[in-house]
């Protein structure tokens, strides 16, 4: 029994999480939210639950604490064969069987990108204003905020 979610293909009986040839790239939060429409499919509430997750707190406007999913059992990742460099990032993936979330795929390397501090920034709204800097920094007055706020222009 199988269930796809792009670009994941859920093996029930293998508890194997295979992902698409073309992609070498996966994101913890994407994986996250296929697992979970995996295990609310028709085939998936028959057996035990693929992952778990925590983290998502919110810090503040935009910011969040970063995610880890863990998953359980004997599940692990798999990536399809070839020569390549497949990476694993946008959160922290852990567990699996010996706590090896990745399963063994002849020629390809996995980095898994992960971090005890993680978090994860919403992209969008707007950044601080010199006087907010200041007022957050406790600088006497936003003119002084030139050796705290950096500016870049971007091409």
Same mark, same amino acid.
């Given at each position: 029994?199988?269930?796809?979610?792009?670009?994941?293909?859920?093996?029930?009986?293998?508890?194997?999480?295979?992902?698409?040839?073309?992609?070498?790239? %996966?994101?913890?939060?994407?994986?996250?939210?296929?697992?979970?429409?995996?295990?609310? /499919?028709?085939?998936?509430?028959?057996?035990?639950?693929?992952?778990?997750?925590?983290?998502?707190?919110?810090?503040?406007?935009?910011?969040?604490?970063?995610?880890?999913?863990?998953?359980?059992?004997?599940?692990?990742?798999?990536?399809?064969?070839?020569?390549?460099?497949?990476? %694993?990032?946008?959160?922290?993936?852990?567990?699996?069987?010996?706590?090896?979330?990745?399963?063994?795929?002849?020629?390809?390397?996995?980095?898994?990108?992960?971090?005890?501090?993680?978090?994860?920034?919403?992209?969008?709204?707007?950044?601080? /204003?010199?006087?907010?800097?200041?007022?957050?920094?406790?600088?006497?007055?936003? /003119?002084?905020?030139?050796?705290?706020?950096?500016?870049?222009?971007?091409?």
């Amino acid at each position: 029994m199988t269930y796809y979610v792009a670009p994941f293909t859920f093996r029930f009986p293998q508890a194997v999480i295979d992902v698409d040839a073309a992609v070498a790239d %996966v994101d913890c939060i994407s994986l996250y939210a296929a697992a979970k429409l995996a295990q609310a /499919s028709e085939e998936g509430i028959i057996y035990d639950r693929i992952a778990a997750g925590s983290g998502l707190s919110l810090l503040g406007p935009g910011v969040q604490v970063g995610l880890t999913v863990e998953l359980l059992g004997a599940w692990q990742l798999r990536f399809g064969s070839g020569n390549y460099i497949a990476r %694993v990032a946008g959160g922290n993936l852990v567990g699996g069987p010996g706590d090896d979330p990745i399963a063994y795929t002849p020629g390809v390397q996995t980095l898994l990108i992960q971090s005890a501090a993680s978090t994860v920034v919403t992209t969008g709204g707007t950044a601080l /204003s010199p006087a907010e800097s200041a007022k957050l920094l406790s600088l006497p007055s936003a /003119s002084d905020t030139a050796t705290a706020v950096w500016t870049k222009t971007l091409p």
